[in-house]
């Protein structure tokens, strides 16, 4: 498991939204698609595929896809 | 006589182990019924089973999606006055993440287990003549629905096509079959939710009642629908949503 990795399955919860824009710095919340449905999709896509669950509370505090990412293997440990 | 007593019924109630069934066990105790308990968690069941007031309860802790365990709980049940199905679970999950075990997870503790255990009762003649079945479903699925709870959604809305037709092939026999369809109570289904404060907070502002139910609440109207006072209704289910569903 790697970053890239989880930036693909990070990009997959989008429908309309180009996979080469989501990048470690991205900051998800300034994506034009980003909404309550994508962020379930994505704490949902964590706990499958990851086996860790974050709440909707610790998404809060984070921006970029890589402190989530950072954050979900903090968790993982 | 009191037409909302529910004194001496004999009433079986699943999921009593917390929230809601917690809440209708001893809210039926406290007005003298003789509670039945059942749920899967023996620890939280037996805490339930030293709440409740007066002599005579049992308790049974039965997996009712296992077959053999629900035969057993059966053969251990008196005839019934009252059935009420409260044990259920939730899981936030987008329609894009769903697995197969996540749907049978859900359809079997929320739909398939009330049924079996309904036509189990009624096939072991379990239910005595004037007697009253509850499910516990919900406004989502039914009055309305939320994101992430597709499955739930389905389950709840399959107890209550069930519902209605059970309700026409007991009326025969004066039994009644209903259903309660409350909003968001606080329960410790909350807890598990992925959803944070803030969500709640704002999801709070939604009601016009402006809060959450809460479990005792929903027992309330499973004792009025469980009494003699509630004799002239089958096939309804009764919104309890501090009203949310009016928005």
Not at chain 2, 169 to 183: F, H, K, T, Y
Request: with cysteine.
């Amino acid at each position: 498991m790697d970053i890239n990795d989880f930036l693909k399955n990070f990009a997959d919860q989008f429908d309309d939204t180009d996979p080469t824009l989501i990048r470690p710095e991205t900051r998800f919340r300034d994506i034009d698609e980003w909404s309550s449905l994508n962020a379930l999709a994505v704490l949902n896509m964590i706990g499958k595929k990851y086996k860790v669950i974050v709440t909707a509370d610790e998404l809060r505090n984070i921006n970029t896809v890589e402190e989530l990412y950072d954050f979900m293997i903090s968790k993982q440990k | 006589m009191n037409p909302f007593s529910i004194e001496g019924k004999r009433i079986l109630v699943t999921g009593a182990s917390s929230g809601i069934g917690r809440a209708i066990a001893i809210t039926c105790a406290d007005m003298g019924a003789k509670l039945f308990i059942t749920a899967r968690n023996p620890e939280r069941l037996s805490e339930t089973f030293a709440l409740l007031e007066g002599t005579g309860h049992k308790q049974f802790c039965a997996d009712l999606t296992d077959g053999e365990e629900l035969q057993s709980l059966i053969s251990h049940l008196p005839t019934l006055d009252g059935i009420v199905s409260s044990a259920g679970i939730i899981r936030q999950i987008v329609v894009q993440a769903i697995e197969q075990e996540d749907v049978n997870e859900t359809i079997q503790i929320n739909a398939i287990a009330p049924i079996h255990l309904s036509r189990m009762l009624v096939q072991k003649k379990k239910l005595t003549r004037g007697a009253s079945i509850i499910f516990i479903s919900s406004i989502n699925g039914n009055n309305c629905a939320f994101i992430g709870s597709s499955i739930y959604a389905a389950s709840k809305s399959a107890l209550a096509g069930f519902m209605k037709s059970l309700a026409l092939e007991l009326a025969p026999r004066s039994i009644r079959v209903n259903c309660i369809n409350p909003g968001m109570i606080e329960t410790g289904l909350m807890k598990g939710s992925l959803l944070g404060q803030q969500e709640f907070e704002s999801d709070v502002a939604k009601y016009p009642l402006k809060r959450y139910g809460r479990p005792e609440e929903v027992a309330y109207a499973a004792v009025y629908l469980l009494s003699y006072a509630s004799r002239w209704i089958t096939g309804s289910s009764l919104v309890i949503d501090g009203g949310y569903t009016l928005m």
